[in-house]
T-cell receptor, first 115, second 117 residues
Framework: DTEVTQTPKHLVMGMTNKKSLKCEQH?????MYWYKQKAKKPPELMFVYSYEKLSINESVPSRFSPECPNSSLLNLHLHALQPEDSALYLC??????????????FGPGTRLTVL | GESVGLHLPTLSVQEGDNSIINCAYS??????FIWYKQESGKGPQFIIDIRSNMDKRQGQRVTVLLNKTVKHLSLQIAATQPGDSAVYFC????????????????FGQGTILTVHP
């Protein structure tokens, strides 16, 4: 299994809602990532988890709260988002963060719209 | 700012031609480079990668060339097909001062490749 899955595929939420994005991989990878991608732009790193511990937080606003309950799962909890947070949210995984080749496998993304 | 950039934002080719997508990077500490293909509505898909101790790596129909002297990276696609139409991103990784990487990839702006039948 070389797949990263993400749910839901699409999400529409109001600014007062609380929602969560989910990501799962069964490749035995110990590094997992959240990226945000706006239209016609490259992915921008948000968070990196290594062995279920937060390794990098790219100064992301606290209305985004990541969680890594186990080595296969990664969540992104959303609360009080703004319309400008509307984007494609991508999850990725790699063997570790320190492997010589750091190929990151991406999921299909969750298309988020904040009204 | 980003350490990786692209020379051309769009590239149009005829089916069967070879395509070359270029990328420039600015940080000499970059040790690993990777090319992704992203089709509309999908996540980035790995194409090929290369470490800084190499200058060429080949895959199926693709070749990545690395010129560290001028900090330039290119992706060559042989016999381009309509299914190759997508946005192509290069990305790099930089080891920190302690010699370990935190796995952070920095992406370039992307090149839109359009293949005409």
């Amino acid at each position: 299994d070389t797949e990263v899955t993400q749910t839901p595929k699409h999400l529409v939420m109001g600014m007062t809602n609380k929602k969560s994005l989910k990501c799962e991989q069964h490749m035995g990878h110990r590094a997992m990532y959240w990226y945000k991608q706006k239209a016609k732009k490259p992915p921008e790193l948000m968070f990196v988890y290594s062995y279920e511990k937060l390794s990098i937080n790219e100064s992301v606003p606290s209305r985004f709260s990541p969680e890594c309950p186990n080595s296969s799962l990664l969540n992104l909890h959303l609360h009080a988002l703004q319309p400008e947070d509307s984007a494609l949210y991508l999850c990725a995984s790699s063997q570790t963060i320190r492997s010589s080749y750091n190929e990151q496998f991406f999921g299909p993304g969750t298309r988020l719209t904040v009204l | 700012g980003e350490s990786v950039g692209l020379h051309l934002p769009t590239l149009s080719v005829q089916e069967g031609d070879n395509s070359i997508i270029n990328c420039a990077y600015s940080n000499s500490a970059s040790d690993y480079f990777i090319w992704y293909k992203q089709e509309s509505g999908k996540g980035p898909q790995f194409i090929i990668d290369i470490r800084s101790n190499m200058d060429k790596r080949q895959g199926q129909r693709v070749t990545v060339l690395l010129n560290k002297t001028v900090k330039h990276l290119s992706l060559q696609i042989a016999a381009t097909q309509p299914g190759d139409s997508a946005v192509y991103f290069c990305a790099d990784r930089i080891f920190n001062a302690g010699g370990t990487s935190y796995g952070k990839l920095t992406f370039g702006q992307g090149t839109i490749l359009t293949v005409h039948p």
